[in-house]
């Protein structure tokens, strides 16, 4: 263990500790459950190259399955399938790039609540542009 020292008002320190410590010893280069001392300085997980490709391939073939079915005559169900792909693929995007699925729950439901909101901008959107009566004026 590192040597004592005593400072110009009294306290004393440890002279070159192998890790920072506060007043009373404790080292605060430990990393606690709740991370109550730094909690900007929280552990990351880490995410392989692999499963940086593996999604990158489901985003591809999700790219390809969109312009596959554009020339499928589904009727009036070719634009809800191909909206179905997109939004998959953006929750692959959220999940994996952007690191939400190793977030907080805080991080989560802020993301969450983001869409909420935008859902309920879109629903109001379009109920507006339904309920005008076209062709009356």
Same mark, same amino acid.
């Given at each position: %263990?590192?040597?004592?020292?005593?400072?110009?008002?009294?306290?004393?320190?440890?002279?070159?500790? /192998?890790? *920072?410590?506060?007043?009373?010893?404790?080292?605060?280069?430990?990393?606690?459950?709740?991370?109550?001392?730094?909690?900007?300085?929280?552990?990351?997980? $880490?995410?392989? *190259?692999?499963?940086y490709? #593996? !999604?990158? &391939?489901?985003? %591809?073939? &999700? #790219?390809?399955a #969109?312009?596959? !079915? /554009?020339?499928?005559?589904? &009727?009036?169900?070719?634009? *809800?399938?191909? !909206? &179905? !792909?997109?939004?998959?693929?953006?929750?692959?995007?959220?999940l994996?790039?952007?690191?939400?699925?190793?977030?907080?729950?805080?991080?989560?439901?802020?993301? $969450?609540?983001g869409?909420? #909101?935008f859902?309920?901008?879109?629903? %109001?959107?379009?109920?507006?542009? $339904?309920?005008?009566?076209?062709?009356?004026?």
């Amino acid at each position: %263990m590192s040597d004592l020292k005593t400072t110009g008002n009294g306290e004393q320190v440890i002279a070159n500790p /192998a890790h *920072p410590v506060d007043r009373e010893g404790a080292n605060l280069d430990v990393h606690d459950a709740a991370n109550v001392n730094n909690p900007e300085h929280v552990a990351h997980h $880490i995410v392989s *190259p692999l499963m940086y490709l #593996t !999604i990158f &391939g489901v985003l %591809m073939v &999700g #790219t390809l399955a #969109t312009w596959a !079915i /554009a020339y499928v005559p589904l &009727g009036p169900f070719n634009a *809800p399938v191909a !909206i &179905g !792909i997109a939004c998959t693929k953006a929750a692959f995007v959220v999940l994996f790039f952007m690191h939400v699925k190793y977030s907080s729950r805080l991080v989560k439901l802020t993301v $969450i609540s983001g869409f909420f #909101t935008f859902l309920v901008l879109v629903i %109001m959107s379009l109920s507006d542009y $339904i309920s005008r009566a076209w062709g009356q004026w």
